[in-house]
C-alpha cells in the first residue's frame, strides 16, 4: 500500500519528470538501500551489510546533501525499537561509521570542492529573522501538499512575513503545532507511526532553509520525506477498518472503496501534471500562469521565446523577470544578451555590469562583457574581462583563446601564443585555437608550424571555409601548389559559390601549373558566379589567349 500510494502521487511527478532533478531520484535510492542494509546488519550481525550500507549511505550523499539525516533517521529507530529506549556498544560502534563518512563528505563537498557562489545566496530579505518566520509557511505548505495535492507548480513563490502577527504564519502554526499534538500521543499508541512521522520532518530539515539555498520551497524536496507519509498513509489505511464494529462490514468496503478513489485521484492529477512537463514552453508557461509573480518563470520564458526568434517578447519577459526580483543575476545576464543580439552595446554593457555587481563570480556574465566590449573596439576593457573570467576558473578554454585574440591584435605574438596553447591545453579539439595559432605562425614565418595547426583545424572541422582557406594560402606561401590546388578544389566542391577559391585556383593554375585551358575553366566558373564582374573576366580571359 505504501508502495502505491508513492508511486501514484502526484507531488513526485517534479522529482521524476526533470532529468535535472535525477539527484533526489539517486540520493533517496541510496537513501533507502542504507537504511535496508543497515537492518539487515543489526538483525543477522553480518559486518559485510554495515559495510554495504556505508557505501550506500556515502553514495546517497554524494547525489544529495538530504542524504546525510540518515544518522539521525538510524537513531530514532534503534531508540524506538527498544522498550526501554537503551542503546548498546554495537549501537554505538555503527553511528561511529556513520559519522566518519558525514564528516569525509563534508570536507569535499565543502572545503575542496566549495562552489564560491554558494556564499552568496542570502536569506529571505538577507534577515535570519524573516527567514525564521516564513519557514513555518513553507512546512504547513508541504504538509497541505501531502494531503491534497492540487494547484502543483514548478515554481513557489513564497510571501517572506515579517511580523509573527501575521494571519498566515498564525494558521501555519495552528496546522504545525495540531501535527506536533498528533505525533506525541502516536508515540504512545504506536512506534511504526511515531517513526513515520519523524522520517517526513528529519529528511525534510536540509532544505528547511536553515543554510541558505536557492529556492526556498519546491515539490522535488518531498521525494524522500514522502516515504514517511507513505508509510503513515500504508499503516492507518490497513488498521483503520479494523478498529469498527465486526458487524458493519460495511465500514470495511467504503473504507477500501475511498481507497482505491484516493489512488485513482493521485493517479489522474499526476497524469494531468506529466504533460505539463512535456517541453519547456508547456512548462513556464503554465508555471508563469498559476505563479505570475515567479520571477524564474518569466526568465525561463525569455529563454525559449529568444530561442524561437521573439526577441522582443524575450527582453519583455527579462524585464518582468527583473521587476520582480530585482536582485536576479541570471535574468540582468540574459536582458544582456538580447540587447547584445539586438546591437544594443550599452544597455547590454549596464545589464552585464548589473549581473556582476549581484553575483561578483559570474563567470557567464564577465565573459559576454568581455565579447561587448570587443564589439565596441574597447580592447583593453575586454582584456580586462577575460583575465576575470581567469581568476574565476583558469580552465576556461574560450577566455584564454579571445585574450589570445587582443594580444594577437596587438602585435604581442608571444603572449598570444602562450594563451592559445592554454586553451588548447584545455579543449585539444578546437578547431577555432588550432587555426589561431597557425596564424600566428604564419605571422612569424614558421610555414611548417602553421600549416600543422591549420591541418588540425580543418580535421577537427572540415566543414569550415576558413581553415581550408587558410590551410591553402599556407601551401601556397610554402610553394607547395600541388597541396594548395586540392585544398581549393575541395571548397569548391562543398561550396561552389565561394568566389575566393576560385580566384586562388586561377591563379594557381596560371603561375603555378602553367595550365591555361584550367585557369580559363576557372575564369569561366567565376564570370556565372559574379555577373557585375563578367567584362573584367572576359578580357582577362582574351588575355589569355582564347577569345570569348
Partial sequence: MACLIFCAHPVLAEAVNAISYREDLLSATFYLAAFHFYLKACQQRFPLWYSVSLICYLMGLFSKEMAITLPVLVVCYDILGHSKARLTRSHVRNYLGYALASIYYILIRFVFLHNPTESYIPYPQNSIWVNFLTMPKVLASYIRLLFFPVNLNA???????????????????????????????LFFRSRILFLSVLWFFITLFPVMNVIPIENIMAERYLYLSLVGFCLLGAFLLNHIPRLGSRRCVLNSYGFTFATILILIGFSWQTCGISKIWFDDLSLWSMTAKRSPRSSRAHNNLGVLYKKMGFMDAAIREYTTAIHIRPDYSEAHGNLANAHLDKGNFNNAIAEYKKSIEISPFNETAHFNLGVTYGKMGLSRNAEIEYENVIRINTNNPHAHNNLGNIYEDKGLLEKAMKEYQLSLSIDPNSAHTHNNIGNVYLKKGALDEAIFEYRAATENDPKSIIYCENLGNAY?????????????????????????????????????????????????????????????????????????
Fill in 155 to 185: 515554481d513557489y513563490v513564497v510571501q517572506h512575513t515579517a511580523s509573527p502577527f501575521e494571519i498566515s504564519l498564525i494558521v501555519s502554526l495552528l496546522l504545525i503545532f495540531s501535527v506536533m499534538v498528533i505525533t506525541y500521543r
Fill in 476 to 548: 601556397m606561401k610554402k610553394g607547395h601548389g600541388e597541396e594548395a590546388i586540392a585544398e581549393f578544389e575541395s571548397i569548391i566542391q562543398r561550396h561552389p559559390k565561394n568566389a575566393n577559391a576560385y580566384v586562388n585556383l586561377i591563379m594557381l593554375y596560371w603561375n603555378y601549373k602553367r595550365d591555361s585551358e584550367k585557369a580559363i575553366f576557372y575564369l569561366r566558373e567565376l564570370s556565372a558566379l559574379e555577373p557585375d564582374q563578367k567584362d573584367a573576366i572576359n578580357k582577362m580571359i582574351e588575355k589569355l589567349g582564347i577569345k570569348k
